[in-house]
């Protein structure tokens, strides 16, 4: 018998423990997960594969979530966590596997070996969309309940025993849910975390004073490694997607105007900052397909919840995309999340959900770290004192194999 027909057969018993209190009926409710982004999808995953009945709630339509390119670098921790739990069959056949970053400084490259210090620890290079379609895909084979182009979310109660959500479906009705608990899952800009009431967690913000022109170009990559370049007119960055699209990533002035960035402009910017001297590498140009600026910024809410209401991935956290954490985060919250509610239901204990903020933000605040730490290291200061500290990093770590380990254990994504 299925835990949920458990619950159902034992309405009514209730449970106390410390820090939180409700009936085992709750438990006959499902979780409602807001997004199916990678955080609402690998939730809604691992709540059906401990058989948690979950609904899943989503704004854009099937085709949305499935071609929204975004992420392309999966940690070696996630592919393995997806491996754990059946969910990587294809990215572990079809993912490219990486093991090098290249520093361009002033036109020199220099490799750093990541996977060598790292006991072979590797990236996969499976843009974020293919994640979404694997995810996606599994969890309706299992027969999974998803209500695509849903408006008008909203949530009620999250302090009460029974919170609940209600929503426009996609032919116009109204409709209201009432659960166990509320997965926020909606990412930076989505109904949950701005839900909770002003002033009932705490909110970190960080204003990098960095922009990037962020370009997805029809390109295959000229490259078999990320390249990150520091140049005198700014960083300039190549990424890896797939054999016939790449990203690429300029430093331009914090609220920069997409339109000063016609395609021509952005070719002749990428070729100068990327060049190499004393050496015949080129770099491949291709239509480009997206085109926009992001301000570098981050973002934590602390705790992750209120009341029934727990915020996952980027409604939690946003990150800068350097170093390449935010979907990787996302995944590592969604297991957490899941093994809690798993954990409560089959158990009984709510051990997990009191702990599930504090677990959750050890790891984002160390990725924060990183991104920020990685941000100073390749980008042009306007004060040029800070630049000179970025170069004595970044030649400190070339020069030294402590320094390299160190990066790469957290690049990689080694723990
Ligand atoms: P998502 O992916 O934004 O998914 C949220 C989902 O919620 C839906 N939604 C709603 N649904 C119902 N009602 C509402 N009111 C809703 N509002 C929104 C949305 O339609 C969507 O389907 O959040 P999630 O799941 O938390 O995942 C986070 C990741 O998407 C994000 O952290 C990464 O993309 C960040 N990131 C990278 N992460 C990496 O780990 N490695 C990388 O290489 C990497 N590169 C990047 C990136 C982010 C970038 N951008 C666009 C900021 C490169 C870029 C350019």
């Not at 992420?71 to 921790?77: H, I, K, V």
């Not at 390109?219 to 990320?226: D, G, L, Q, R």
């Amino acid at each position: 018998m299925s835990i949920f027909a458990q619950a159902v057969q034992r309405q009514g018993y209730t449970v106390r423990e410390a820090h939180l209190e409700w009936t085992i009926q709750s438990t006959a409710r499902p979780v409602v997960v807001i997004g199916a982004g990678p955080a609402g999808l690998m939730t809604a995953n691992l709540l059906q594969r401990a058989d948690v009945p979950c609904v899943v709630l989503e704004r854009g339509t099937r085709e949305y979530i499935e071609t929204r390119p975004r992420a392309g670098m999966l940690e070696d921790r996630s592919a393995r966590m997806l491996e754990r739990h059946g969910l990587a069959d294809r990215l572990l056949t079809e993912s490219d596997t990486h093991t090098a970053c290249e520093f361009r400084i002033d036109g020199k490259a220099h490799e750093l070996n990541y996977s060598e210090l790292s006991d072979g620890r590797t990236h996969f290079v499976y843009p974020q969309q293919e994640v979404v379609t694997d995810l996606l895909g599994q969890y309706l084979a299992g027969g999974g309940d998803i209500r695509f182009e849903v408006s008008d979310v909203e949530l009620h109660d999250h302090l009460d025993e029974i919170p609940s959500v209600s929503w426009t479906s996609s032919g116009g009705t109204r409709e209201q849910l009432d659960c166990s608990f509320i997965a926020g899952c909606d990412g930076f800009h989505g109904v949950s975390r701005k839900s909770i009431p002003a002033g009932a967690v705490k909110e970190f913000t960080h204003q990098h004073g960095i922009g990037w022109l962020s370009i997805l170009a029809e390109a295959p990559p000229s490259t078999e490694k990320v390249i990150y370049a520091l140049h005198a007119d700014g960083f300039a960055g190549h990424m890896l997607r797939s054999s016939t699209v790449s990203r690429f990533y300029l430093q331009v002035p914090v609220g920069e105007n997409v339109d000063n960035w016609p395609d021509e402009k952005v070719w002749t910017e990428l070729h100068k900052r990327l060049a190499l001297r004393d050496s015949d590498w080129t770099l491949t140009e291709g239509k480009i397909i997206e085109k926009r600026v992001l301000d570098m910024r981050s973002h934590v809410v602390e705790p992750m919840r209120y009341g029934r209401l727990y915020l996952l991935g980027d409604a939690a956290h946003i990150i800068t995309p350097m170093g390449g954490k935010g979907m990787n985060l996302a995944l590592n919250d969604a297991e957490v999340f899941a093994d809690a509610i798993a954990s409560y239901y089959n158990h009984k204990s709510t051990a997990g959900l009191d702990d599930y903020s504090a677990v959750c933000l050890r790891r984002v605040w160390r990725a924060q770290e990183f991104s920020q730490w990685m941000v100073d290291l390749v980008h042009r200061n306007e004060q040029p004192f800070l630049s000179r500290l970025g170069h004595a990093r970044l030649q400190h770590l070339i020069q030294s194999r402590e320094a390299a380990a160190s990066f790469a254990q957290m690049y990689v994504g080694a723990n």
